[in-house]
């Protein structure tokens, strides 16, 4: 069947404009996370949604980091104003309950 | 103490060698373990879980020991295909679960 599927999987924006990242996660999964990882660097957790609540929002960085969830399936996640330091690859996975998670191709991110 | 933690290595053997990797954990509720694989710029990719009893899959066996709170990998005879890092991944249960990603640790086998 599909795997989890994220899009743009390269994005290349300026500093100070907004993005926007898309997370299509396994049909029936109803977990969703997002995680960032820099070149060389472990896995950072971003934020996790069960269903279309998000009950731990405690990775995000800043407030310029939001994210929802719609009909417990599709995810976004908005970096506002971004910054050099925001460049990484962004994951999204997703799981039923408490069994592993699949991850999606990522989304390169290069802020200029 | 950090949650998750592995030895970043690299681990560099030889063709053919075994090699083993340790994981502990801080959180005696965790409940669920895992082991992933992550190629250079690539995702992760579930690896096998572990159970209490220990499991093996073809050269690969984990095992848990709760006691001690750590969890280990076993590859027998390496291939130049299983270069890579090797992520440990403890789950808590309670109302959501959210999996701990260790830092990962390196392996290179080389010819």
């Known amino acids: 069947g599909a795997g989890v599927s994220q899009s743009p999987s390269n994005k290349v924006t300026e500093k100070g404009k907004d993005v926007e990242l898309r997370c299509d996660p396994i049909?029936?999964?109803?977990?969703l996370y997002w995680y960032r990882q820099s070149l060389g660097q472990g896995l950072e957790f971003l934020i996790y949604f069960q269903g279309n609540s998000a009950p731990d929002k405690s990775g995000l960085p800043s407030d310029r980091f939001s994210a929802e969830r719609t009909g417990g399936s599709v995810s976004t996640l908005t970096i506002q104003r971004t910054q050099q330091e925001d460049s990484a690859v962004y994951l999204c996975?997703?799981?039923?309950?408490?069994?592993?998670?699949?991850f999606g191709d990522g989304t390169r991110l290069s802020i200029l | 103490r950090k949650e998750v933690e592995q030895d970043p290595g690299p681990f560099n053997v030889p063709e053919g060698a075994t090699v083993a990797f340790n994981c502990t954990y801080s959180n005696s509720a965790s409940q669920s373990f895992f082991w992933y694989r992550q190629d250079c710029r690539k995702e992760p990719k579930l690896l096998m879980s572990?159970?209490?009893s220990g499991n093996e899959d073809g050269r690969f066996t984990a095992q848990l020991n709760r006691a001690s709170q750590y969890i280990s990998l076993l590859i027998r005879d390496s291939k130049l295909s299983d270069s890579a890092t090797y992520l440990c991944v403890v789950t808590r249960t309670g109302g959501s679960y959210i999996p701990t990603f260790g830092r990962g640790t390196s392996l290179i086998v080389h010819p």
């Open positions: 572990v159970y209490s």
């Open positions: 996975a997703s799981s039923y309950s408490n069994q592993p998670q699949h």
């Open positions: 049909s029936g999964h109803t977990a």
